[in-house]
């Protein structure tokens, strides 16, 4: 009988990935701001994650600018940057009809994800979801008819053999379906992946969370208390089944309001609309998508494109001299220092300060969803540290590793799958990145 040691490694996207000696479970907490394990931790209100963090393996990596969901999904499941990958937004420019186009399409993500792969070579993956709109990309070219699975919880009642390689979900939960806006759409993916690993074996599981919660509440309040506790008795629970269990973000959430409580924005279409006429200026927000009642569209990270005569150079001068700014990039520089595809970037990238977010017109963005809550968002560089935990520890080969480069987030899969104690009954063969 074949091992795991036997296999030959999965290539996806130039990386060599090893078989899993048990099951590798990779959990995306969004919205998972390293300030909220450090809060936890200092209270001892999370001792699974605690566990994990002196007896595994703990750090804070780069994660992928902008610090949205869609991007940095797709940088850990496909294990690239998103000049690589082609996702860095949730929305971008088709300047062909100059309408904002929605990037949650499978056609545009480039590449291969690490799940198909693994899948394709045999293994039993699952990937689910809180929100339906990763869905669909993350499980590119997975083939749900060998015993994968791919679904999200907002679509739990609605899953297909043929779609989602599972039907009943609800049922095998034993939950009713979780509201888009509610703590329990994220704990609902984490107990249907307890279910589906006590139910079988399975190689390798992603399981991506959504961060209502973290926009809601900042680490001192009682409910990220309460829904952090919530996470880790899961992850406890996951490890108990046997499971490696390897703990990343999307991205941080900062607190975006003045001393008062009212959100500090720079409604930069506005601005930018007074400055050089209507029309001269198109200014895309790529956190936008169907559910922003928690946020109202506003995060740290803007695309400008260019519409008439105004040019980018003269774009990016009234913009210097905004308060709360931290950078104003053309094209070029923003895809060399924030590794982006070109053909969807746009001629100036804005990013704002920690405490400061960036809106397009004041009248297009609905923040009655906020209803007295601070604005705590995401987007920039501010928010693009997050945590890498795994309940193992490093291999000499990976320690060795982590001492050469800066640790990306989208590295998860490699170091949970190549970077963890080899297996101790025979010595074989080391896979390496076939990448720089
Ligand atoms: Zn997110």
């Known amino acids: 009988m074949l091992t795991h040691q036997d296999k030959t490694p999965v290539n996806v996207n130039g990386t060599l990935y090893r078989w899993p000696a048990r099951p590798v479970v990779v959990v995306c907490v969004d919205g998972g701001d390293p300030a909220y394990l450090k809060q936890f931790i200092a209270e001892g209100s999370i001792p699974n994650i605690a566990r994990f963090m002196t007896q595994g393996f703990s750090t804070v990596a780069d994660g992928t600018v902008p610090s949205f969901t869609c991007p940095n999904n797709m940088s850990i499941i496909t294990g690239t940057p998103a000049s690589k990958h082609g996702i860095s937004g949730n929305y971008y420019l088709d300047v062909a009809t100059g309408k904002a186009v929605v990037m949650t399409g499978p056609e545009l993500l480039r590449g291969d994800t690490i799940l198909a792969q693994f899948a394709n070579a045999g293994a039993k993956v699952v990937s689910i979801t809180a929100k339906d709109k990763l869905r669909r990309q993350l499980g590119k070219n997975l083939d749900v008819s060998h015993g994968s699975i791919s679904f999200s919880s907002e679509h739990a009642d609605k899953c297909t053999l043929a779609e989602n390689g599972i039907t009943g979900v609800l049922e095998l939960v034993g939950q009713p379906l979780p509201d888009m806006y509610s703590m329990a759409l994220s704990l609902f993916v984490l107990d249907a992946g307890i279910k589906l690993l006590q139910q079988t074996p399975r190689d390798l599981m992603y399981l991506s969370l959504t961060d209502y919660v973290q926009h809601k509440y900042a680490p001192h309040e009682a ?203 025979h010595a074989s063969a080391t896979p390496t990145s076939t990448t720089p």
Not at 296 to 301: E, T
């Open 223 to 425: 409910e990220a208390r309460r829904f952090y506790q919530a996470l880790d008795d899961r992850f406890g629970k996951l490890q108990q089944l046997g499971a490696l269990v390897a703990l990343t973000a999307d991205h941080g959430m900062s607190d975006k309001s003045d001393a008062a409580g009212a959100p500090n924005v720079i409604w930069l279409q506005d601005a930018l609309d007074a400055k050089f006429g209507k029309g001269a200026v198109k200014v895309v927000c790529p956190i936008t998508d169907a559910f922003v009642a928690h946020h109202g569209a506003l995060g740290g990270f803007v695309r400008v494109w260019c519409q008439g005569k105004t040019t980018p150079r003269q774009v990016m001068d009234a913009i210097h001299g905004l308060p709360g700014i931290e950078s104003v990039l053309d094209k070029e520089t923003a895809c060399r220092v924030h590794d982006l595809p070109a053909d969807r970037e746009a001629d100036v990238v804005v990013i704002s300060t920690a405490n400061v977010c960036i809106g397009a017109s004041a009248a297009d963005h609905d923040l009655s969803g906020l209803a007295g809550h601070r604005l705590r968002t995401h987007g920039g560089v501010s928010e693009a540290k997050v945590p890498m935990i795994l309940s193992e520890p490093l291999n000499d080969e990976y320690k060795l590793k982590l001492a050469c480069a800066p640790l990306k987030s989208y590295q998860i899969f490699e170091f949970a799958l190549n970077g963890t104690a080899p297996p101790k009954t």
